[in-house]
């Protein structure tokens, strides 16, 4: 087991590098030039030449990168091209904010999801069922952006019962919580619902019944913990739609996390930001992976951690 | 004239306000008010902030020897008590106000003044605004790396400096009043380093209390800054990260005293036809002028009737009906309130026959492809298709590219990628009020080079050798001289048209009732969007 | 076919299936049943002061900022989702299964790579990959499909190497390998017919994502340019008004959620039917 985790952690710093240099290489190929941007616009082609030069653009390619990764391991991530303020700093000011949203919405959407599809497997059937599998379907089908844009429509403007986006109370985090959760609320409360039939199913449950013990005492104790597990593999793979989800939804409330400032950076070409919040992502997909692979087994005997 | 006019006001205002603050005591502030802003602020270095959001608060933590008069286009003296100039022009020496304190305590003196313009000059800096000090002797070197210091600044004492200019430079003066020569602190610059930006010292009105990433900036009177009775408010509370519908919202239940990114054009109808709030807008001119670059490397644009003709085929009263009327149509590149601005030119008329006809002429009767580049902001790409249509019934194919900012100021930069540009997002707003300022870098031949914003490759030797001309009339009784000579250069300009002046954008602030400013403050056309300073509450 | 009863045997997947219908006809017919240009900028379309027009009247759905029609830029929109959809999510099935098989089937060290790569592709946030990309090639139709294949292969890569690996084990190709069967009769003749119902699934499926991502670029306006419809270009330039006109974001945004919606029942009616496994979880 140790030894499995210890792989896969070598495995994960190898996959890091590799997105590092990925994400180096494409912004190389952005065709607009960054120390144009900072020098501004009235700006001599001697200052332009000389932010070039400071910058290290004029350097090629590996060497930049390995200039990059040199700083890198020193917890270094750079200065922001047009602030000028560390990366490190900027991310760390706006990650809380980011970590609080996706708890919030993992929150939504198990609450929803596994009561939906609680419900939806002891009912099975009956037209309850019916609507909450119609219901998980739309909000599979249905992109962040629009969710966000129309709640906030019609619960913060129309009905003005939560704010108007922005942070800082509880009441800022449950429209955005929920326009992140609704997408994965549908993934889950189908899965609960196929994984608790087949709990259900299962002999020992049948026994559990046959000895007389009440419904509610097999379904909690029995039942559901067993049809957890899929369930907790899947939100290691869902912090990887979050990292993409958060642009579009922090952009819609004007929550002040990483994906946010990860939009502002590409629109203005600040490479260290992009790389920074890159990597910051996919740290966290690489971790979330781990964590789902990590409870496999558990599920299914017949997987064996290689 | 309205320009002069919403002089006229200001200036009274300005004697009547003056006379009334007298008549109070002269204790600096009471009072807070709450600012908003979507975006944080980026940097409040003064060296290097150069948008739009920390220009007026960059003026309010620092001064300059030159600035304004609150809400006006005309120069005073700030930090310098006053000047004189050689009779050739290349000598500037100016005398410095006594017992001005840094925030941190220390005294203003002429030492600090040679650090700051070296700094800005210094490329380690990477300033934006370095080239501005172009004329200041020793900027070659500097520039170049050869030395640290500037030769053309010298400390005569404490109180006095001496700046020696290479060339005659009749905007030098407005240079003075930029940002970028706004004094800064040795001490504290090197204390700060990089982070200068996020721990800003100077000796203006208010000074930095807390600034907390991502969320708010407070800002607090300064006790001891040099001109009485002012800051006339105590503390400034900036929040960030607050979009402009909410901010509008909250400013409508009393919550929030400026909308800092103004009103967001949705409710821009909605609040101007709103009895309750149309009294809180406060509506001004800016130095903005948007327009569609032609280049003039490109076909069809190499042709100036292809030019002129799609000057006449843009319906510019429909794009500003598009944007609900918040701009005014425009006809020459200056915008009304420069000086230099032709009130007599007509400019080209919309008529898309006698547009049709001169494409004709041009050989291509038969309609023509080209493209027209954009930045993806909204509402950028909006007016882009509705010129799109405007062209496309001259018999002009246009097809859009909308890309992100910095790629269509590159595509700008290269002289064979961009035939059109429409300049909205990037649109020019001037540095300073001078009419030099909307030609060197976009309309002359030295930003017709890689990297340049000169995106119409325009470059008319015979107007720049005009415009070294007038800029060499430095002398404060040529200034008419000089700005008659500017007129004749853009009515020029126009001949050529190398652009399509578009609209003048107009500058719309909403505030609280709360607020006691006069007008010109809240638009001040070069304290963005307005002037802290001079604001204060009931 | 069989498979198409099966599925009109099953309401939910029929209700997709027709939904689909509609909005592909409307797409297709667009040009003859659509009642304006779509980027015609009519000087009737907004109000004096500027405003778009609410629905009713001469404009069902209403206008947009420009003055143009709604409904037929709606109608113009489902071709741009459709072709993006198909085109994208084609591609990155057929890029997904190529890696998939190659790795399941060859191992040895292709296998590994293929797989570390696609992991590597997995671990980067989806939406930022596609950004960058589109802003380095100047956008259109084709490049944004193009961005969003390159996004989405990763997936059907995955499921398509476990599949593949587990049939490899199953025993009646052991039994081919037995007798000396070539690798390429085995692949192509006994393990292929099982994939493709797979692939099925998943393309179906795929094209509910790449709705979403093509919508969602859109939004962020890196996207198919202007004046070309998209719906999700559509609530990316009139999303600052929908206080005041939301049918610029309602209309739009209930197309996207409709035409994926349908694509994910019949997907996954058809998951149910293709694959046995999963039989009797109704």
């Known amino acids: 087991m140790i030894a499995y985790i210890l792989r896969r952690l070598v495995q994960a710093i190898l996959i890091l590098l590799g997105v590092s240099i990925v994400t180096y290489a494409l912004l190389y190929m952005l065709p607009a030039d960054p120390a144009r941007q900072i020098a501004g616009r009235s700006a001599t082609a001697e200052t332009v030449a000389n932010i070039r030069e400071q910058l290290g653009l004029n350097l090629p390619f590996y060497e930049q990168y390995l200039r990059y990764l040199g700083n890198l391991l020193t917890g270094d991530f750079g200065r922001s091209y047009l602030q000028k303020t560390e990366v490190g700093e900027l991310i760390a000011a706006r990650l809380p904010a980011t970590l609080l949203l996706m708890a919030g919405a993992i929150f939504c959407e198990l609450l929803f999801g596994l009561t939906a599809g609680a419900i939806g497997a002891i009912k099975r059937n009956t037209p309850l069922d019916r609507g909450l599998m119609v219901a998980s379907f739309v909000g599979v089908s249905a992109p962040q952006f629009v969710v966000g844009i129309l709640m906030l429509y019609l619960f913060a403007v129309v009905l003005g019962w939560f704010p108007i986006g922005g942070y800082g109370t509880f009441a800022h985090l449950v429209l955005p919580s929920v326009s992140m959760g609704f997408l994965g609320a549908g993934w889950y409360s189908r899965m609960m619902r196929s994984s608790m039939l087949d709990v259900l199913r299962q002999d020992y449950v049948r026994t559990a019944r046959a000895k007389g013990l009440g419904r509610a005492r097999v379904f909690f104790v029995h039942a559901f913990p067993n049809a957890l597990l899929p369930i907790i593999a899947m939100i290691g793979i869902d912090i990887g739609m979050f990292m993409s989800g958060i642009v579009v939804v922090e952009s819609v409330f004007g929550w002040p996390g990483i994906g946010q400032l990860a939009w502002q950076a590409i629109q203005r070409v600040d490479i260290p930001i992009i790389m920074g919040v890159t990597l910051v992502s996919a740290c966290a997909i690489v971790l979330g992976n781990l964590l789902a692979d990590l409870v496999a087994p558990f599920i299914d005997p017949r997987i064996k951690l290689r | 004239m309205f320009s002069k006019a919403l002089k006229g006001v200001a200036l009274a205002a300005l004697i009547a306000g003056a006379g009334m603050t007298t008549a109070h005591n002269a204790a600096a502030g009471e009072g807070n008010i709450t600012v908003t802003y979507k975006d944080d602020v980026s940097t409040l270095d003064p060296a290097i902030g150069y948008d739009w959001q920390n220009w007026s608060m960059i003026k309010s933590l620092f001064d300059g020897l030159m600035d304004y008069e609150p809400g006006t286009t005309t120069l005073k003296p700030d930090l310098a008590t006053g000047y004189t100039v050689s009779d050739d022009g290349l000598t500037y020496t100016f005398t410095l106000r006594k017992g001005v304190k840094f925030h941190n305590g220390r005294e203003f003196k002429a030492s600090d003044v040679k650090y700051t313009l070296e700094r800005v000059v210094n490329p380690k800096t990477q300033s934006p605004g370095a080239g501005f000090f172009e004329t200041i002797k020793g900027f070659a070197e500097e520039s170049a790396g050869e030395t640290e210091s500037l030769s053309g600044v010298e400390v005569v004492d404490d109180y006095t400096v001496k700046f020696t200019l290479s060339q005659p430079d009749a905007a030098f003066l407005h240079k003075m009043a930029l940002n970028f020569a706004h004094i800064v602190p040795k001490e504290e610059v090197e204390k700060w380093g990089q982070d200068f930006g996020k721990h800003p010292v100077g000796t203006g009105a208010f000074a930095l209390e807390d600034w907390t990433l991502g969320q708010h900036l407070i800002f607090k009177a300064n006790p001891d800054y040099h001109i009485d009775g002012i800051p006339k408010l105590d503390t400034i509370t900036v929040e960030v990260g607050q979009e402009p519908v909410v901010a509008l919202l909250r400013l409508q239940r009393g919550e929030v005293d400026i909308a800092g990114d103004g009103i967001p054009p949705a409710k821009f109808l909605e609040v101007m036809n709103d009895p309750e709030y149309k009294d809180l807008v406060v509506s001004g001119e800016q130095l903005h002028t948007g327009y569609i670059t032609l280049n003039t490397n490109i076909p069809p644009f190499d042709n100036v009737k292809v030019r002129q003709a799609v000057n006449m085929a843009v319906n510019k009263d429909r794009i500003v009906r598009v944007i609900n009327g918040r701009a005014v149509p425009a006809n020459q590149p200056l915008p009304p309130l420069m000086p230099g601005y032709n009130t007599d030119y007509k400019g080209y008329a919309f008529d898309p026959e006698k547009a049709k006809s001169l494409l004709a002429e041009a050989g291509f009767a038969d309609g023509v492809e080209t493209t027209l580049f954009v930045a993806n902001t909204d509402p950028q790409p909006r007016i882009a298709q509705a010129i799109q249509q405007d062209l496309s019934a001259i018999g002009m194919k246009v097809e859009i590219k909308s890309l992100a900012q910095a790629n269509v100021i590159a595509a700008g930069g290269e002289a064979d990628q961009a035939p059109m540009i429409w300049s909205g997002g990037m649109a020019w707003i001037a540095d300073f009020p001078d009419p030099s300022n909307f030609y060197g870098p976009i309309l002359g031949c030295g930003g017709a080079v890689p990297g340049g914003w000169n995106w119409s490759w325009y470059c008319n030797e015979e107007l720049d050798a005009e415009a070294s001309k007038a800029d060499a009339l430095a002398d404060p009784s040529q200034a008419d001289t000089r700005i008659d000579m500017w007129r004749d250069i853009f009515t020029k300009v126009m001949a050529d048209a190398p652009w399509v002046p578009v609209f003048n954008e107009q500058r719309y602030t909403i505030r609280s009732p709360r607020l006691v400013a006069d007008d010109a403050i809240l638009v001040d056309p070069v304290h963005i969007p307005v002037h802290y300073d001079y604001i204060a509450v009931k | ?282």
């Open chain 3, 1 to 282: 076919m069989l498979v198409l009863a099966e599925l009109a045997k099953r309401k939910l997947a029929l209700l997709g299936l027709i939904i689909i219908v509609v909005i592909a006809g409307s797409a297709l017919l667009a040009p003859w049943i659509a009642p304006y240009d779509p980027q015609n900028q009519m000087f009737d379309g907004l109000t004096i002061e500027g405003a778009p027009m609410p629905p009713g009247g001469q404009f069902l759905l209403g206008t947009d900022l420009l003055g143009r029609d709604l409904l037929s830029r709606l109608m113009y929109g489902a071709q741009t989702s459709l072709i993006i959809g198909i085109v994208a999510n084609g591609a990155a099935v057929l890029i997904g299964a190529l890696v998939g098989v190659t790795a399941g089937f060859f191992r040895g060290w292709i296998g590994t790579i293929l797989m570390r790569a696609t992991d590597l592709m997995m671990a980067f946030p989806a939406l930022l990959l596609a950004i960058v990309l589109a802003a380095i090639f100047k956008p259109s139709l084709w490049i944004v499909a193009m961005v969003i294949a390159m996004v989405n292969w990763v997936q059907v890569a995955r499921v398509i190497y476990t599949e593949t690996r587990s049939l490899s084990e199953r025993e009646f190709i052991e039994a081919e390998w037995g007798i000396g069967a070539s690798r390429f009769r085995i692949l192509f003749k006994h393990m292929l017919p099982h994939l493709l119902s797979t692939m099925v699934v998943w393309a179906t499926l795929g094209i509910a994502t790449t709705v979403l991502l093509e919508a969602t670029l859109s939004y962020l306006g890196v996207g198919v340019q202007p004046p070309t419809p998209s719906w999700g270009n559509i609530i990316f330039e009139n999303q600052t008004y929908f206080t005041s006109a939301p049918w610029l974001v309602f209309f739009p945004g209930i197309a996207i959620i409709l035409l994926a919606l349908a694509f994910n029942l019949v997907g996954d009616a058809l998951r149910d039917i293709l694959d046995p496994t999963q039989k009797g979880r109704h």
